[in-house]
């Protein structure tokens, strides 16, 4: 939802979450807490029929992600807003109350995934999630949704998700280091985008 005279929002998600691990570092003293209890244990260890838990609020978050955008006015708002901000601006749609809505609901849903990590692993730090911004941005782009807005779905960030997990899973089996991993997954994105870009080009012309 960026736009003259507004930050884009890419750049100001990773400068805020850049600030906030810095200042929980400091806070912190870099150190891990450590669970010692088995409350909210499930979140991270259940297996309904055989399945992780996390693959149920996956296919949760996204069907309940794909309603809220289809069928309420808030989700055709956001649409429009990413489709034709100007237009949007003219009909009297707050950019900055939708934007800051947006906002708000993919923290609370990142600070649920922190909750699963941290019932997975019984630890919980600053560190270890350095690169996730940067695979979500991936994921994203490899799910062919338009970082500047209006073009993408909610199934289709999902499945680049998928490809993105399932990429960086074959990596660590395999023993690639974090550098060679970072640098695939960028060459991943890079070909996508290149793509993307040149084949709607040569489809005009």
């Known amino acids: 939802m960026g736009g003259r005279g507004r930050g884009n929002p890419i750049v100001v998600t990773l400068a805020g979450g850049l600030v906030l691990s ?16 088995d409350v909210g244990a499930a979140l991270g260890s259940a297996r309904p029929l055989g399945v992780p838990i996390q693959v149920y ?4 978050f996204g069907l309940l992600t794909t309603l809220v955008l289809r069928r309420t006015r808030f989700g055709r708002q956001v649409g429009l807003l990413g489709t034709n901000p100007r237009t949007a601006a003219e009909i009297g749609i707050s950019r900055v ?26 630890e919980a730090g600053v560190v270890g999630f350095e690169r996730l911004d940067v695979d979500v941005i991936a994921a994203v782009i490899v799910g062919g949704t338009a ?6 779905s909610v199934a289709r960030s999902m499945a680049g998700t998928v490809v993105i997990a399932f990429l960086e899973n074959v990596m660590i089996v395999r023993g690639f280091s974090p550098g ?26």
Not at 22 to 37: E, I
Not at 101 to 121: D, H, K, L, R, Y
Not at 194 to 201: D, E, F, G, M
């Open 57 to 60: 609020f996956f296919l949760a």
């Open 97 to 122: 109350r939708i934007g800051l809505a947006v906002f708000v609901i993919a923290s609370v849903a990142a600070a649920f995934v922190g909750v699963c990590t941290t019932a997975q692993t019984r």
């Open 22 to 37: 810095g200042t929980a570092v400091l806070a912190g003293n870099n150190s891990n807490l450590y669970l010692t209890t």
């Open 180 to 205: 060679l991993r970072t640098l695939l997954v960028g060459l991943c994105v890079l070909v996508v985008v290149v793509a993307t870009t040149l084949v709607p080009r040569r489809t005009r012309s």
């Open 147 to 152: 970082v500047a807005g209006g073009q993408g």
